[in-house]
Each structure stands twice: as structure tokens, then as C-alpha cells.
């Protein structure tokens, strides 16, 4: 089982609905969770941080943790064609002192005008 | 602020050359990384810093090499290209290590061996 699992999509839908994207785990020592957003032919750029579980908003997104069932979500409401890029899950631990990401394999999102 | 800056973006190579791919910042930044994009694959980490002098090997490093000589400037350099390492190449910095803060990365170079 890869440690963490990501659907490719690509996941299309019409302006204005609301996008859900999804990641689970096996890594029960993942504590901090990380989406970021890559447009075509562009490096990733941070777009909602979270550690433990809970819900975090910033504008539209909104991220939810739930370490019980190794799972992380990101909703995008009112969603725009300026949404459409790779989203991509991403999980650290905390390992003598440093750390680094594992990555999830990126969900294609399409918002069509 | 030009953040992360790779060299060369695209670049055909032959079986068997080397090359070696730039990775500047200018933020500062203590915390390295090379990662590698495949096709639906995700990003692999290659090699990563955590200061001058300081590097260690992450999820895929055969057939790699990284030295880190200044703060700012962090090469990856690949001996005796194969086909496998046709991939897209993100080089990427952070303030503090990765659990707790953002990446910074790079435009990618896309490096297509034949």
C-alpha cells in the first residue's frame, strides 16, 4: 500500500460548484498537511496548511484532517476557471530534527466557463 | 525577488551524457530539495540540503550527485543519463524544515533522455 493515495482524476465540473479533493494515508506519524497547486507547466505553490486534524478556511478553500481515518480533504467553493490546475496532497513527519514531504500523485481539476 | 531560479528549463540529452541542472535562491534559505515529476506519479524526492556542505539522499537518488557549496546554489548532476531519467525536475527551498512551512520551487526543467 503507497503511503499516501491521491485519485489523478482529471475532475471536471462547471463554474460556481463546489470541488471536493481528497488524499488518505497510511502513515500514522504524518502530523502536518499540505495542498498545493500546480498550474500547467509551473512549479507547485503552497496553498492551505493544516497540522493535526480540524477544518482550516482561507477565502474559498477550506482543508479538513481527520487523523482517526487517515484521511484530508480540500473543498473549493464557488469554484472558477482559474481553479483549473493539479492539486496535489502532500504529508510530513518530523525526523531527527528535519523533515520532508511525501507527495500525493495530483488531482487534474477542469472548471469549465 | 526572483525566489527559485533552475537552468536550463528544457534539454534533450543522449544515453549516456551527463549534464548538470542549475538551482539558485535568493531567499536565503538553509533547506534544499530536488525532486523529480513523472507522468502521474507525484513528486519523488531526489536529494535534499540542509545547509552548506550538508546533503543527504531522499526516495530516488541512483544515478544522481548534489553538492552544496553556498547557501544560495544547489546542482544536480546527472552521470551517464538513461531513459528512466526522463523527467520533469523541481528544485525547491524552505526557511525551516518542511513540516511546518512552505516550499518554494522552481519552474522545472524538463529533461528528455533518447
Known amino acids: 500500500q503507497k503511503e499516501v493515495e491521491q485519485d489523478p482524476g482529471p475532475l471536471s465540473v462547471p463554474e460556481g460548484a463546489i470541488v471536493s479533493l481528497n488524499c488518505t494515508y497510511s502513515?500514522?506519524?504524518?502530523?502536518?498537511f499540505m495542498w498545493y497547486r500546480q498550474y500547467s507547466r509551473k512549479g507547485p505553490e503552497l496553498l492551505m496548511y493544516?497540522?493535526?486534524?480540524g477544518n482550516k478556511e482561507d477565502g474559498r478553500f477550506t482543508a479538513q484532517v481527520d487523523k482517526s481515518s487517515k484521511y484530508i480533504s480540500l473543498f473549493i467553493r464557488d469554484s472558477q476557471p482559474s481553479d483549473s490546475a493539479t492539486y496535489l496532497c502532500?504529508?510530513?513527519?518530523?525526523?531527527?530534527?528535519?523533515?520532508?514531504?511525501?507527495f500525493g500523485k495530483g488531482t487534474m481539476l477542469l472548471v469549465s466557463p | 525577488n526572483a525566489g527559485v531560479t533552475q537552468t536550463p528549463k528544457f534539454r534533450i540529452l543522449k544515453i549516456g551524457q551527463s549534464m548538470t541542472l542549475q538551482c539558485t535562491q535568493d531567499?536565503?534559505?538553509?533547506?534544499m530539495y530536488w525532486y523529480r515529476q513523472d507522468p502521474g506519479m507525484g513528486l519523488k524526492l531526489i536529494y535534499y540540503?540542509?545547509?552548506?556542505?550538508?546533503?543527504d539522499k531522499g526516495e530516488v537518488p541512483n544515478g544522481y550527485n548534489v553538492s552544496r557549496s553556498t547557501t544560495e546554489d544547489f546542482p544536480l548532476r546527472l552521470e551517464l543519463a538513461a531513459p528512466s531519467q526522463t523527467s520533469v525536475y523541481f528544485c525547491?527551498?524552505?526557511?525551516?524544515?518542511?513540516?511546518?512551512?512552505?516550499?518554494?520551487f522552481g519552474q522545472g526543467t524538463r529533461l528528455t533522455v533518447v
Open positions: 540540503s540542509v545547509g552548506a556542505g550538508i546533503t
Open positions: 502513515n500514522s506519524a504524518f502530523q502536518y
Open positions: 531567499m536565503n534559505h538553509n533547506y
Open positions: 525547491a527551498s524552505s526557511y525551516r524544515p518542511l513540516a511546518d512551512t512552505e516550499a518554494f
Open positions: 502532500a504529508m510530513s513527519e518530523v525526523d531527527r530534527g528535519y523533515s520532508t514531504l511525501t
Open positions: 493544516t497540522y493535526s486534524s
